[in-house]
């Protein structure tokens, strides 16, 4: 073991005996004054709970289980004059918390006091201390935000009742921390910026809309080509909102037993409403139109219906359900589908400034030296979709090659790729 090693697991140790004993003596705290390494080796939230059970505990058994530290770490923490130790259980504690508090800090442990709210709520304030409590808590991942904590809550939902466990089997339920797609990673037009904006207001002032009775906000229509970010705005928004996504295809919710079909969109949307907060996210809504426009069926027609009462029903305001909808063929929806939402947010294909933004957004963690002004007027007509496919493309043609770096020919293969793909497309047979 080196010596920077040793002194790191010496730190990572004094840090869970830190948070075990904040944590322990302040009954405000919750899981969420956890940081989630924490979390793990504490096993707060385990099975989807938010509840913690005190006092945490930390032993010498687990603390080379969970970090993996040689016996020399817990003897070099057991000299310390401010540690405790009890032999029975091979327990650590800390009697003297101010005393191994600043040891903590003397020995570089500032940093993990900027990610640690337990420990930020202790030291906020104090001599030297640039951090304040709540913003160490803001940045803090939510444990609500967890695919465990998701599954949890949805299993306690669909154990209830066949009928919620019907509803689950035709959706895609996504935790926040499972979406890979962030605001951070989108190219946004200010429209889009503006509806996002708006959501968060409405949501950190549900209670005075409430009040106010403006009930008649958050569901959406996101409407544009494919490939220009229609899914990945409704994922991103996920994660901004801290929010689960329930993501609908009506296509499949359709059952052969047409009679089926008003019971499964019912089934859908109740479940939506039990899950809340939540986004739930149907794409390809002009199916509707299709529905409506093409098929005699009456049970389709009764099911159509009941989509667009249930629609009617939902709101953000009432019942915490964000609903968005996303066609790729506006002008097939009828009046009837389009007044059922607050808002039509459009998704146009980008333009040059925007389709230089996505390539340099794509390209910002690869190797490349390319000119993005100049490829940007390259790909006009390009979806935000077929962006990433052409540098995907010159990615493989790079690895192909044994390289890592990428140069004008990889890009030019993943433009030909892309043209290729586009033109089989528009292809009649």
């Not at 009828?334 to 980008?350: G, N, S």
């Not at 006009?380 to 044994?402: C, Y």
Request: hydrophobic letters at 40%.
């Amino acid at each position: 073991m080196t010596t920077d090693t040793g002194t790191r697991d010496v730190i990572a140790v004094m840090e869970l005996l830190l948070t075990a004993e904040i944590f322990n003596r302040n009954q405000d705290l919750d899981i969420n004054d956890l940081h989630p390494r924490c979390r793990e080796f504490f096993g707060a939230g385990s099975g989807g709970n938010p509840e913690v059970k005190r006092p945490l505990i930390v032993s010498e058994g687990a603390i080379k289980k969970a970090l993996g530290a040689p016996d020399t770490v817990c003897q070099a923490i057991r000299q310390n004059p401010f540690v405790g130790y009890d032999e029975f259980g091979q327990r650590l504690n800390l009697p003297s918390l101010d005393v191994a508090a600043g040891w903590f800090l003397k020995k570089g442990g500032g940093p993990r006091v900027e990610e640690n709210p337990a420990l930020a709520f202790f030291l906020e304030g104090r001599d030297g201390i640039q951090v304040r409590y709540q913003d160490v808590r803001a940045r803090n991942p939510r444990f609500e935000d967890t695919k465990e904590y998701v599954e949890a809550k949805v299993s306690r939902i669909v154990g209830e009742s066949e009928e919620m466990r019907e509803a689950r089997d035709l959706i895609i339920i996504c935790a926040p921390d499972e979406v890979e797609f962030s605001l951070d990673n989108l190219v946004c037009t200010p429209r889009q910026e503006e509806i996002i904006r708006k959501i968060g207001v409405a949501l950190d002032h549900q209670d005075f809309l409430q009040q106010q009775r403006i009930y008649e906000f958050g569901r959406l229509l996101f409407v544009g080509p494919p490939g220009t970010g229609k899914t990945s705005l409704a994922l991103a928004m996920s994660r901004e909102l801290h929010m689960p996504v329930l993501e609908v295809r009506l296509a499949m919710v359709t059952s052969q037993y047409l009679g089926e079909t008003s019971k499964n969109i019912d089934r859908i949307f109740d479940l939506a409403k039990k899950l809340a907060p939540c986004i739930l996210f149907i794409d390809e809504f002009d199916f509707v139109a299709k529905t409506r426009v093409s098929d005699d069926h009456g049970a389709m027609k009764r099911a159509v219906n009941m989509l667009l009462k249930n629609i009617d029903q939902i709101s953000f305001v009432k019942n915490g359900v964000l609903l968005i909808g996303a066609t790729n063929h506006p002008r097939i929806l009828d009046e009837a589908a389009w007044r059922r939402f607050d808002e039509v947010v459009e998704f146009p294909l980008p333009d040059l400034a925007m389709r230089q933004a996505i390539l340099e957004k794509i390209a910002a963690a690869i190797d490349c030296n390319c000119n993005f002004a100049d490829l940007a007027v390259e790909t006009e007509g390009f979806s935000g979709s077929d962006l990433r496919m052409m540098m995907k493309e010159a990615v493989i043609s790079a690895l192909m090659d044994d390289r890592h770096h990428i140069d004008a020919a990889d890009i030019e293969q993943g433009l030909l790729r892309v043209e290729e793909r586009n033109l089989i497309r528009d292809t009649g047979y």
